[in-house]
C-alpha cells in the first residue's frame, strides 16, 4: 500500500516473526530510510515518556527513524502537526489523540496522501484508520472494581473519571460500572459523587474530594482512573486525616503509585506492560510502511469504521503482588518502590 520510490533496488526478505506475517520480496531503496512520526498530546503522564522511548528503540532497531512531536494537551496543534507530517512525507503517522473526536478529517487527509495512521492506546473516533493498538481498557476498569468490592463490599463510593475527550474514559467507566452496577441497585453501593478529570489533571480530583469531605460526606471508596487522579484524592485525604483509610484505585502503575501502594495510602492500581504495547505498535508501523498488513487480534468500532485492535492484557497490582509484577519486569527498580520502607517490612 505504501511502496517506496525505487532508486537502487535490493530483494528484502521480510521476517516472518513480525506479527506472523508471510515473506515476500520487496524493492526498496537502498538509501530510502522509512520515516514514522510519532505525535503524542502530553508528557505529564510518566508512563508516556516510557512509550515514546521503547518505541522509538524498537522503530531504530527495525531500520527506521521516528520524528516525535509533542502537541501539549491542544487539538488544533496536533491537527497542524499531522498536517506538517502529511507535508513532509512520512511514512506511517502513530498519535496519541488529545481529543477522540477532532481529527477525522486530518486522518482523512493522511491517507488520502498514501500515509499509514495507527492510532496508539487512544482510539480515533469515526476515521479510516489502518491500527489500533491498546490495552483492554474494559478489563481495566473491571480490575479496579474488583478490588475495591473486595476490600469494600458496601458503602459510599466516589467515581473520578479520566478525561471526557478521552475514548478510553468511557471503556474505562464501563467495565468499573459493569461490576459495580449489580451492588448499585441491591443498595449496597451508594455512589455520592462523580466527575470527569478534564485533562486527567490531579488538581481536578484534588478538589472534588476535598469539597465532598467539607460537605460532611463520608467516603469508603473511590474509583480514579489513572494514578494521577488518585494522587490527586489521595492528597485531599491525607489533609484529612483520611489517607490509608479510603480505598482508593488507579491505572499506570507510575512510579509515586507503587510506592504509595506499599506504603499503604492507594491500595491498587493496573499494570500495563508498556514495552509489549510500544514495541508492538512499532513493529506494526514498520510494516505498514513496508506495505504489509499487522495482524490484529481483535476489532472495533470507532463509529464509522471497525478498526483492526491489536489487543493487550493488564495486571492488577496490589502491595501483596508488587515483587512479582513491578519489581520482576523491572517496571520500577525495588529500591526506588519501596524507598520509605524498611527491608524487614518488604
Same mark, same amino acid.
Given at each position: 500500500?505504501?511502496?517506496?520510490?525505487?532508486?537502487?533496488?535490493?530483494?528484502?526478505?521480510?521476517?516472518?516473526?513480525?506479527?506472523?506475517?508471510?515473506?515476500?520480496?520487496?524493492?526498496?531503496?537502498?538509501?530510502?530510510?522509512?520515516? %514514522?512520526?510519532?505525535?503524542?498530546?502530553?508528557?505529564?503522564?510518566?508512563?508516556?515518556?516510557?512509550?515514546?522511548?521503547?518505541?522509538?528503540?524498537?522503530?531504530?532497531?527495525?531500520?527506521?527513524?521516528?520524528?516525535?512531536?509533542?502537541?501539549?494537551?491542544?487539538?488544533?496543534?496536533?491537527?497542524?502537526?499531522?498536517?506538517?507530517?502529511?507535508?513532509?512525507?512520512?511514512?506511517?503517522?502513530?498519535?496519541?489523540?488529545?481529543?477522540?473526536?477532532?481529527?477525522?478529517?486530518?486522518?482523512? *487527509?493522511? *491517507?488520502?496522501?498514501?500515509?499509514?495512521?495507527?492510532?496508539?492506546?487512544?482510539?480515533?473516533?469515526?476515521?479510516?484508520?489502518?491500527?489500533?493498538?491498546?490495552?483492554?481498557?474494559?478489563?481495566?476498569?473491571?480490575?479496579?472494581?474488583?478490588?475495591?468490592?473486595?476490600?469494600?463490599?458496601?458503602?459510599?463510593?466516589?467515581?473520578?473519571?479520566?478525561?471526557?475527550?478521552?475514548?478510553?474514559?468511557?471503556?474505562?467507566? #464501563?467495565?468499573?460500572?459493569?461490576?459495580?452496577?449489580?451492588?448499585?441497585?441491591?443498595?449496597?453501593? #451508594?455512589?455520592?459523587?462523580?466527575?470527569?478529570?478534564?485533562?486527567?489533571?490531579?488538581?481536578?480530583?484534588? #478538589?472534588?474530594?476535598?469539597?465532598?469531605?467539607?460537605?460532611?460526606?463520608?467516603?469508603?471508596? %473511590?474509583?480514579?482512573?489513572?494514578?494521577?487522579?488518585?494522587?490527586?484524592?489521595? *492528597?485531599?485525604?491525607?489533609?484529612?486525616?483520611?489517607?490509608?483509610?479510603?480505598?482508593?484505585?488507579?491505572?499506570?502503575?507510575?512510579?509515586?503509585?507503587?510506592?504509595?501502594?506499599? #506504603?499503604?495510602?492507594?491500595?491498587?492500581?493496573?499494570?500495563?506492560?508498556?514495552?509489549?504495547?510500544?514495541?508492538?505498535?512499532?513493529?506494526?508501523?514498520?510494516?505498514?510502511?513496508?506495505?504489509?498488513?499487522?495482524?490484529?487480534?481483535? @476489532?472495533?468500532?470507532?463509529? @464509522?469504521?471497525?478498526?483492526?485492535?491489536?489487543?493487550?492484557?493488564?495486571?492488577?497490582?496490589?502491595?501483596?503482588?508488587?515483587?512479582?509484577?513491578?519489581?520482576?519486569?523491572?517496571?520500577?527498580?525495588?529500591?526506588?518502590?519501596?524507598?520509605?520502607?524498611?527491608?524487614?517490612?518488604?
Amino acid at each position: 500500500m505504501f511502496w517506496m520510490r525505487i532508486k537502487i533496488t535490493v530483494a528484502v526478505m521480510l521476517p516472518l516473526l513480525l506479527f506472523g506475517g508471510c515473506a515476500d520480496n520487496r524493492e526498496l531503496e537502498q538509501d530510502d530510510v522509512i520515516r %514514522i512520526a510519532f505525535i503524542t498530546e502530553t508528557f505529564v503522564i510518566e508512563r508516556w515518556q516510557r512509550d515514546r522511548d521503547i518505541f522509538v528503540a524498537r522503530a531504530k532497531e527495525l531500520g527506521a527513524e521516528v520524528l516525535v512531536k509533542h502537541t501539549f494537551e491542544d487539538s488544533e496543534d496536533q491537527i497542524r502537526v499531522i498536517e506538517e507530517m502529511i507535508r513532509q512525507d512520512v511514512d506511517v503517522i502513530v498519535v496519541i489523540p488529545h481529543d477522540k473526536d477532532a481529527l477525522t478529517a486530518v486522518i482523512r *487527509k493522511a *491517507k488520502d496522501n498514501g500515509i499509514g495512521v495507527i492510532a496508539y492506546d487512544r482510539l480515533i473516533m469515526n476515521a479510516d484508520i489502518d491500527l489500533y493498538v491498546s490495552f483492554d481498557n474494559f478489563a481495566v476498569g473491571s480490575l479496579m472494581a474488583q478490588y475495591l468490592l473486595r476490600e469494600v463490599p458496601s458503602g459510599k463510593y466516589v467515581l473520578i473519571n479520566g478525561s471526557p475527550y478521552d475514548h478510553n474514559s468511557f471503556i474505562l467507566r #464501563e467495565g468499573y460500572m459493569s461490576v459495580l452496577n449489580p451492588y448499585i441497585e441491591s443498595g449496597d453501593i #451508594e455512589i455520592i459523587g462523580e466527575i470527569w478529570a478534564e485533562g486527567w489533571r490531579a488538581e481536578k480530583a484534588y #478538589e472534588f474530594v476535598n469539597t465532598l469531605i467539607a460537605d460532611g460526606n463520608e467516603i469508603n471508596a %473511590i474509583v480514579a482512573a489513572n494514578d494521577l487522579l488518585a494522587e490527586g484524592a489521595i *492528597k485531599a485525604l491525607s489533609e484529612n486525616r483520611l489517607a490509608g483509610i479510603v480505598t482508593v484505585s488507579g491505572q499506570d502503575t507510575e512510579l509515586a503509585a507503587c510506592q504509595r501502594i506499599v #506504603e499503604g495510602t492507594q491500595h491498587m492500581s493496573v499494570y500495563k506492560p508498556i514495552g509489549v504495547l510500544a514495541k508492538g505498535a512499532a513493529e506494526a508501523a514498520v510494516m505498514l510502511a513496508k506495505g504489509e498488513t499487522p495482524s490484529a487480534n481483535y @476489532t472495533i468500532d470507532n463509529g @464509522t469504521y471497525v478498526i483492526p485492535y491489536l489487543k493487550f492484557q493488564p495486571v492488577a497490582v496490589t502491595r501483596h503482588n508488587m515483587m512479582d509484577t513491578i519489581i520482576r519486569d523491572g517496571f520500577h527498580l525495588l529500591e526506588d518502590v519501596y524507598r520509605n520502607i524498611p527491608s524487614e517490612h518488604r
